[in-house]
């Protein structure tokens, strides 16, 4: 107990107590403050493993685009997504063909363990298509997610966080797909796992 | 409080009477003989305030919280009901009403709550003395408040895969707990009117996250930009002495029999005798102070 000369000496310690204590309080706005799914590499034995292909990485967006392709015997093939008059003029033939929209992500890496890659706020399942360099056939990846904006505070701005409901894929390179953490947000845990056909050893 | 005029004679006649009472008895008789008085003599007196368990309620209002939300986004307005128990234990309910109103200059997000809460606990009154007019407080509480709250910001672009939308979501739904723990001073100002101060040390049970996220502002709680969380109030009580029955002196005495004897001397009991009778002034000033 507290005898009431001890009051003043008492008050003024849990006085300062408070006010350094207030003083020390800081925000919690993340440092690494963007929000990605990321695809960690795996060979068929469950081992970490870098990639040691060539690999680039296109999504399929929302709409079609028109595909114009010109060949000529002896000539390199031409594609392009405007019609070009002058290779028809030069004997060319043109072949159209509608495709779904698509934009490259990642160009052409090599050496990497995992991929960062953003998914869609406004649509709950990405196709994503993946271009090796060694192989011919691309591996497509269905994406089924959730999509809920998140606010932590109002001085960290606004985010899109995301729940992966399913994952599935083509098995020309890749072997499985699985989740490994559904919750897609900024704190960069693995949220799939991608096995490779062959082993490390 | 009324003085009470008549302790001053009373209690005196009651000191002396008592240490001059001879209480006779019959015992050790011889059939035909007259019975032989006991003399008992008081060994020692002493007088200890018996004071009712139950002294009150006390009513309080912070205005603490309506100057913080004059001055800044968000604040309360709260009161208390407060049940004295023997001047060192009380337990409290506190009730109020929060509200948050703000929006990031740099981000330009909005948040919106107004809701109630409530807070149950226990003070403890550390003074040594417990019946003096000032109350040196450490308790804690435990928080409750159910709330719906707004956001809305700039609209989402995705800038790989296209589109936006609106950023504007109203009565978002949760329920936030936390405890707190609480060191406070109240002094007497008026007779029955008291002034005080808390500060308090939050720490969350749950912070009441949602599928947006952590709610920035909780009613009663305050902010959830840390992790823990400090809180002031600054009250102005008021005493109701509803139900509260009036604080009573006790007198013991320790007595011991002599031999019978008409000269029989109790003076070498005057030293003690005086201790007792400045002891019951003590009481006697307390009882005032009342």
Known sequence: MIKQNKLIPTLLVVTSVVMLSAACSSNNCPLDNSVSCNYYFYDSQDHAISIGDTLSVSILLPGHDTLYTYRLAGYTTIESRTRIDSLIEQGYKELVSVTRHDSTIINQVSGVAYLQLPMAYFNTADTLVFHYASITNNDTLYIEHDNMPHVGLPECGSYMFHNIKSVKSTDYAIERIEISNPNVNYEGKENIKIHFAGTLE | ?290
């Open chain 2, 1 to 290: 409080m009324k003085e009470r005029r008549t302790s001053k004679y009373t209690l005196p006649a009651l000191l002396s009477s008592l240490l001059l009472t001879l209480t006779l008895t019959l015992h050790g008789q011889e059939p035909g003989e007259a019975p032989k008085p006991t003399l008992y003599v008081v060994d020692s007196l002493s007088l200890e305030p018996k004071q009712t368990f139950f002294q009150g309620f006390t009513l309080s209002a912070d205005i603490f919280g309506p100057i913080q939300k004059f001055v800044s986004d968000y604040g309360v307005f709260e009161g208390s009901l407060r049940i004295n128990l023997k001047n060192q234990f009380f337990p409290v309910v506190e009730a109020g009403y929060g509200i948050c109103e703000t929006t990031n200059e740099d981000t330009h997000i909005s948040y919106n709550t107004k809701a109630p809460y409530l807070r149950a606990g226990l003070d403890i009154n550390m003074l040594k003395n417990k019946w003096q007019d000032n109350r040196l407080y450490l308790g804690a509480r435990y928080g409750i408040s159910k709330f719906d709250y707004d956001i809305s910001g700039p609209e989402l672009t995705d800038k790989t895969w296209g589109g936006s939308a609106p950023f504007s979501h109203k009565g978002i739904s949760t329920t936030a707990h936390w405890v707190e723990f609480i060191a406070g001073v109240q002094v007497k100002i008026l007779p029955c009117f008291h002034m005080g101060w808390t500060v308090r040390f939050k720490t969350a049970i749950s912070k009441g996250v949602t599928d947006y996220g952590t709610p920035y502002y909780i009613p009663g709680y305050g902010t959830t930009t840390s992790g823990t969380c400090w809180g002031a109030t600054y009250n102005l009580s008021f005493d109701l002495n509803w139900g509260r029955k009036k604080n009573k002196t006790q007198l013991n005495a320790v007595v011991h029999p002599v031999e019978p004897s008409i000269n029989a001397k109790p003076t070498e009991k005057e030293p003690e005798d005086k201790e007792v009778g400045k002891k019951a002034e003590e009481i006697k000033n307390t009882e005032k102070t009342e």
